[in-house]
């Protein structure tokens, strides 16, 4: 899961539908595997929407529609609302998502996929919905997001909008460190900070 963001040009999926929960990206029943194995997660993101009650691909879902591509998540408004459980974070990476832009998150879900170097990217109501009727339109439409200016573009369009970040996330990301990560880096410095004290 840890890759280094800078650009990233790509076609999307788009799930134009509101409010949708963790329990919606990653049923409960999951909640209980002893893996973090990202193939498992990633197979069973959005497992009740992709699949039927028999266990065939339900084919009118958007990530069974070949047509569909890409490593950016194109969502409704109100994305990851729910429990505070950080297996959707997990299905979203592990399915290869590496980006999620919405007009709102979840505050839980968004540091969730943060910390699981998932970039999520709140734009304007107005914006979400010239990205939908893009793809629409154009399957093969491309999205560009710059994480170093903080700016996301609808290729075909050209229209921009700047997106917020943490700045400590931002660097994490640039840098593909977790948390622990960046304390070992700087494992030195916090070092020199605690012997001034004693």
């Known amino acids: 899961m840890k890759q280094k963001f800078d650009i990233i040009t790509s076609t999307c999926v788009p799930l134009p539908l509101e409010n949708v929960d963790t329990d919606q990206i990653i049923p409960a029943r999951f909640l209980k595997a002893t893996t973090k194995e990202e193939r498992f997660f990633g197979d069973n993101l959005f497992r009740d929407w992709r699949y039927n009650s028999d266990g065939t691909l339900n084919k009118d879902f958007v990530l069974n529609n070949p047509k569909y591509k890409g490593c950016i998540l194109v969502a409704g408004k109100n994305f990851g609302s729910g429990s505070s459980r950080e297996h959707a974070a ?30 999520p990217v709140q734009v304007s109501e107005e914006f979400l919905s010239e990205l939908f009727s893009t793809i629409q339109n154009n399957p093969d439409a491309q999205v560009e997001v710059d994480l170093p200016n903080q700016t996301v573009t609808n290729k075909v369009t050209g229209r921009s909008e700047h997106f917020d970040i943490n700045g400590y996330k931002k660097h994490c990301l640039m840098n593909g460190l977790d948390d622990i990560d960046f304390l070992v880096a700087n494992k030195d410095k916090i070092e020199v900070w605690e012997n001034q004290r004693v």
């Open 90 to 119: 997990w299905a979203i990476a592990g399915y290869g998502f590496r980006v999620v832009i919405s007009s709102f998150f979840a505050d839980i879900h968004k540091n969730n996929e943060l910390n699981n170097f998932v970039l």
